[in-house]
């Protein structure tokens, strides 16, 4: 099988990734993937659903196996539906690879052309950025102080090493203090850099 052009957006929870992967996903050849928000659309009753639920309710990573097993059906559905063609689009990953081990279950199937660093949000912010998002969202993992921390402590722990994973060469920093408009024109200078065909 062909790898699947790719780029990673990349950062603490709370620094911005979907919001800028929405956008990102919104133009021409671009197919934005957002594993979390794969997670909350699976209903309770599922296997899977109640699995998610009883991991992300305490903060921590579901495991590896189902995660990525979760996203290669999605992937294919996306195909098979045409809302996603891997001969012509950019797959833009938010929310995975989250760990070491999944990146490296993913490594036959993606080809990373660039890795997209949100990066300089201090720890309080992230904190009351996630709380606004609870309310914003519905978003019980949000919700709780000790929830939000254990998620932070576990990006540090488990999800920043996956920067050294990919090598300085493919990391683009960018910082995300900034306003969206301006993380979002940084990002687009970065793609246009890093691999000027997924733009055309
Ligand atoms: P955030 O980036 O704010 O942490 P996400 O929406 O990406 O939020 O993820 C919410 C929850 O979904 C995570 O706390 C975790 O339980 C689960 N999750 C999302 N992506 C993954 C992944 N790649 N591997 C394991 N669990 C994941």
């Given at each position: 099988m062909k790898q699947f052009r790719t780029?990673?957006?990349?950062?603490?929870?709370?620094?911005?990734k979907g919001t800028q992967g929405r956008i990102l996903g919104s133009i021409p050849n671009f197919y934005h993937f957002s594993c979390g928000e794969l997670f909350r659309n699976l209903t309770p009753d599922t296997e899977l659903g109640k699995?998610?639920?009883?991991y992300s309710s305490r903060g921590q990573l579901v495991p590896d196996e189902p995660t990525i097993r979760l996203w290669q059906h999605s992937i294919q559905v996306a195909?098979?539906?045409?809302?996603?063609n891997r001969k012509t689009d950019t797959l833009v990953l938010d929310g995975i690879p989250?760990?070491?081990q999944q990146a490296q279950m993913l490594k036959?199937?993606?080809?990373v052309r660039?890795?997209?660093y949100l990066w300089g949000t201090d720890i309080n912010k992230l904190v009351a950025r996630?709380?606004?998002?609870?309310?914003r969202e519905n978003r019980l993992d949000d919700a709780n102080i000790k929830v939000i921390r254990e998620r932070l402590q576990i990006y540090e722990r488990e999800t920043h090493p996956v920067l050294d994973y990919y090598g300085a060469d493919l990391v683009e920093k960018i910082d995300s203090t900034q306003a969206p408009i301006n993380v979002l024109r940084d990002i687009l200078q970065a793609l246009v850099k890093s691999a000027p065909s997924t733009v055309t």
């Open positions: 780029i990673l957006l990349f950062g603490a929870p709370g620094s911005g699995i998610f639920l009883e195909e098979h539906d045409g809302r996603f989250r760990n070491l036959g199937l993606v080809k660039a890795v997209i996630l709380q606004r998002r609870a309310l």
